[in-house]
C-alpha cells in the first residue's frame, strides 16, 4: 500500500522558521513533490525531490532522504500570506502523484 | 500558457442526481487526473489517464463515478446518483511528465 503522513496543523510567528516534515512508504520512489494550497484555491507547485539533499529555492526549501523515507519542506523569514496548507506528494512510478492528507500552517503576527 | 480549465466552479444538486464535471489540460499534456478533495483532506486520486487510456481507476467508485478522456484531450467526471458524501472539491490536473498542474476545481455541495 502507500502511506503518507504528515503533522495536521502547525503554527508559527512572522518572520520565524518553519519545517513540516513528511514519511512516506510508498510501492516505489520516483520523486517527492510539495505544493501549496491556499484556502479555495488549486494546488501550486513548490519543489520537486528525486537525489538525497537540500533542494533551495528562495525562502523554501526542501529536503529528501530515500533511504528514511523522509523529507521536509523549509520555510524561512514567514510572511502572512504563508499561511495555507502545505501537501506533500510522492510519485510512486511515473506520473503517477499521490498526496499525503497535507499540514496546515498558520502564520501570525 | 493557458492553465488548465475546469467548469463549472460551483455546483449544488439533490443527493441521487446527476452531475457532470469537465476539464480542459494544458495544451501537449498526455497525462490527465482527477482528484477528489474533501474538506481538510488532500486530495485523492480518483482516475487517472495517459492520452485516452486509462492508467488507474482504483480508487474511482465505479458504480456511481465515470470519467472519460476523448481523442486523449478533454475529459470529463460524473456522478450518477450523487450522495451526499460526494461533496467535495473535485481537481483535475495535466501533467508534462515533470510536474503536475492544477486546475481550479468544481466544488460540489450534494444536499
Known amino acids: 500500500g502507500q502511506n503518507i503522513d504528515q503533522p495536521t496543523e502547525m503554527t508559527a510567528t512572522e518572520g520565524a522558521i518553519v519545517q513540516i516534515n513528511c514519511t512516506y512508504q510508498t510501492s516505489g520512489f520516483n520523486g517527492l513533490f510539495w505544493y501549496q494550497q491556499h484556502a479555495g484555491e488549486a494546488p501550486t507547485f513548490l519543489s520537486y525531490n528525486v537525489l538525497d539533499g537540500l533542494e533551495e529555492k528562495g525562502r523554501f526549501s526542501s529536503f529528501l532522504s530515500r533511504s528514511k523515507g523522509y523529507s521536509y519542506l523549509l520555510l524561512k523569514e514567514l510572511q502572512m500570506k504563508d499561511s495555507a496548507s502545505y501537501l506533500c506528494?510522492?510519485?510512486?512510478?511515473?506520473?503517477?502523484?499521490?498526496f499525503g492528507t497535507g499540514t496546515r500552517l498558520q502564520v501570525f503576527p | 500558457e493557458a492553465g488548465v480549465a475546469q467548469s463549472p466552479r460551483y455546483k449544488i444538486i439533490e443527493k441521487r442526481q446527476s452531475v457532470a464535471f469537465w476539464c480542459n489540460p494544458i495544451s501537449g499534456h498526455a497525462t490527465l487526473y482527477w482528484y477528489q478533495q474533501i474538506l481538510g483532506q488532500g486530495p485523492k486520486l480518483l482516475i487517472q489517464f495517459q492520452n485516452n487510456g486509462v492508467v488507474d481507476d482504483s480508487q474511482l467508485p465505479k458504480d456511481r463515478f465515470s470519467a472519460e478522456r476523448l481523442k486523449g484531450v478533454d475529459s470529463t467526471l460524473k456522478i450518477q446518483p450523487a450522495k451526499l458524501e460526494d461533496s467535495a472539491v473535485y481537481l483535475c490536473?495535466?501533467?508534462?511528465?515533470?510536474?503536475?498542474?492544477f486546475g481550479q476545481g468544481t466544488r460540489l455541495t450534494v444536499v
Open positions: 490536473a495535466s501533467s508534462d511528465g515533470q510536474q503536475a498542474f
Open positions: 506528494a510522492v510519485s510512486p512510478n511515473t506520473d503517477k502523484l499521490i
